[in-house]
């Protein structure tokens, strides 16, 4: 079946410093997703991405849809301590009744 | 607008009991999702629904976990009997005509 594999697993940078997070996957898929869960809450979306070569900003955060429609990459620049969290990619295939493939997570912490 | 709504959100049982959760999705989302997290994974489809109709329940383990949506509104996910591997968070999330998915609160399981 389809695989998603997100790493890191886990980033601890200093406030202010950028972030940089990547997925791959062993199939093609037709959307990527970003999405950040805060504890106890459900995940959010932060940035859907439709086309391959796609580069999307939603403020800080910037995210690109890989050529090869296997991977996809997550940046956040000058992180903020509201930015700690797990960020979650997730791959949509439109010909598999829109099914969403989540990966593992990373977890960013940010030391004071 | 109000978001997916969840009950309870956090639900304490033996293992062989039998336990419910409740889901009201966003208003005009036909389509509903169950997803299972397990601590320190994404989360996983459990199933969708189309209004009242099931389009995938593929991964559902369905010797032991039963949903409906009998009026295409709100939903029921049951366990019976839980095992100690159910222990997770179960995630409900609707989805709008543009096909964002939006994410409840969840409702956290421990299963002693």
């Known amino acids: 079946g389809q695989q998603l594999n997100q790493s890191p697993q886990s980033m601890f940078i200093q406030e202010g410093e950028d972030v940089s997070m990547n997925c791959t996957s062993s199939?093609?898929?037709?959307?990527w997703l970003w999405y950040k869960q805060d504890p106890g809450e459900g995940p959010v979306l932060l940035i859907a991405?439709?086309?391959?070569?796609e580069l999307t900003s939603n403020g800080r955060l910037t995210a690109q849809f890989g050529i090869t429609r296997k991977d996809s990459f997550l940046n956040i620049s000058a992180s903020i301590p509201s930015d700690v969290g797990i960020y979650f990619c997730a791959g949509q295939d439109m010909n598999r009744d829109d099914k969403i493939i989540f990966g593992k997570g990373t977890r960013l912490h940010i030391l004071p | 607008e109000a978001g997916v709504a969840q009950s309870p959100r956090y639900k304490i049982i033996e293992k062989r009991q039998s336990v419910a959760f409740w889901c009201n999705p966003i208003?005009?989302?036909?389509?509903l999702y169950w997803y299972q997290q397990i601590l320190g994974q994404g989360p996983k489809l459990l199933i969708q629904?189309?209004?009242?109709?099931?389009?995938?329940d593929s991964q559902l383990p369905k010797d032991r976990f039963s949903a409906e949506r009998l009026k295409g509104v709100d939903s029921t996910l049951k366990i019976q009997p839980a095992k100690l591997e159910d222990s997770a968070v179960y995630l409900c999330?609707?989805?709008?005509?543009?096909?964002?998915?939006?994410f409840g609160p969840g409702t956290r399981l421990t299963v002693l």
């Open positions: 629904f189309q209004n009242n109709g099931v389009v995938d």
């Open positions: 208003s005009g989302h036909a389509t």
């Open positions: 991405l439709y086309k391959a070569g």
């Open positions: 199939s093609i898929f037709n959307t």
């Open positions: 999330a609707s989805t709008s005509l543009d096909g964002e998915q939006f």
